[in-house]
Nanobody, 124 residues
């Protein structure tokens, strides 16, 4: 499966962005899909995920402001990000995996396919 992430940009603190992750090649609904981010000098970290059964999970640091959703008809997963903060600045990646159990959704090593990343920059 090929993943294409887009929707990043330069915004001010408090603004919103919606990232999109479009899949081609396979039906997205058969995969767990996650969003991760990586800031300069830091490790890649979990942001949010949708499991194969449709359950949604978010990192504690974003769960009040970020929402993951999917549109199976469009084979696309979204990450709605509200009330953005400068510390949310990072490259955001979407990833997919077919055999990820719920307890492993936060582990980037469990994902088989990765998009190219989209830059999100939040100015103060």
């Amino acid at each position: 499966v090929q993943l294409q992430a887009c929707g990043g940009g330069l915004v001010q603190a408090g603004d919103s962005l919606r990232l999109s992750c479009a899949a081609s090649g396979r039906t997205f609904s058969r995969y767990a899909v996650g969003w991760f981010r990586q800031a300069p000098g830091k490790e890649r970290e979990f942001v949010a995920a949708i499991g194969r059964s449709g359950g949604r999970f978010s990192a504690d640091s974003v769960k009040e402001r970020f929402t993951i959703s999917s549109d199976n008809a469009k084979n696309t997963v979204y990450l709605q990000m509200n009330s953005l903060k400068p510390e949310n600045t990072a490259v955001y990646f979407c990833a997919a995996g077919q055999r990820i159990i719920q307890s492993s959704l936060r582990n980037p090593l469990q994902y088989d396919y990765w998009g190219q990343g989209t830059q999100v920059t939040v100015s103060s």
